[in-house]
């Protein structure tokens, strides 16, 4: 073997798994998203700039990909990130809030408000303050904690003098 020119083998599976998740990482830090891997042949001119260009490379480098068992985006693309279960439950979630009224809401503004109250009385009166009108628009949120009933509230005053209203 000339030291000047050593040969270098292919890369092992494991290796090449690395070099293409730090591939995927970089792409995901710089782009927020990855937009140029689709497949393994999307990987091969990073590889043959390291090693020469042959078969052997070529399906170790697809044997990697394989392995890492990467799901793919509505376009197509590797998401390095997150498992297929992941990916599955993630647009199961979107689906769901697609299908209904929801929204993000900002408590920033919230106070909370603690109502005592025993446990066995707590999901019924929480869907009787679902129900009522006095109270619909006196909260944002309603928990069933220990102990009681925990309530955010941008109207705090309101929300107070309505529930001692009922305390007396």
């Known amino acids: ?69 990467m799901p793919k985006d509505e376009n197509g693309y590797f998401i390095p990130n997150k498992t297929a279960l992941q990916l599955k439950q993630e647009q199961e979630l979107s689906r769901l809030f697609q299908q209904s009224s929801s929204s993000l809401q900002d408590l920033s503004g919230c106070e909370p408000v603690f109502l005592q109250l025993d446990a066995a009385f707590m999901d019924h009166a929480i869907y009787l303050f679902e129900q009522c009108d006095t109270f619909r628009n006196s909260f944002q949120v309603l928990v069933k904690c220990s102990g009681g009933l925990l309530f955010y509230t941008r109207k705090k005053e309101q929300l107070l003098v309505l529930l001692e209203n009922l305390l007396k």
């Open 1 to 69: 073997m000339n030291p000047k020119n050593p040969v270098r083998k292919n890369p092992s599976r494991e290796v090449c798994e690395q070099i293409i998740r730090r591939i995927l990482f970089t792409e995901l830090s710089e782009h927020g998203k990855n937009s140029h891997f689709k497949q393994a042949s999307d990987f091969m001119g990073y590889f043959e700039s390291l090693y020469p260009a042959s078969d052997g490379l070529t399906k170790q480098v697809q044997r990697a990909v394989k392995a890492l068992q």
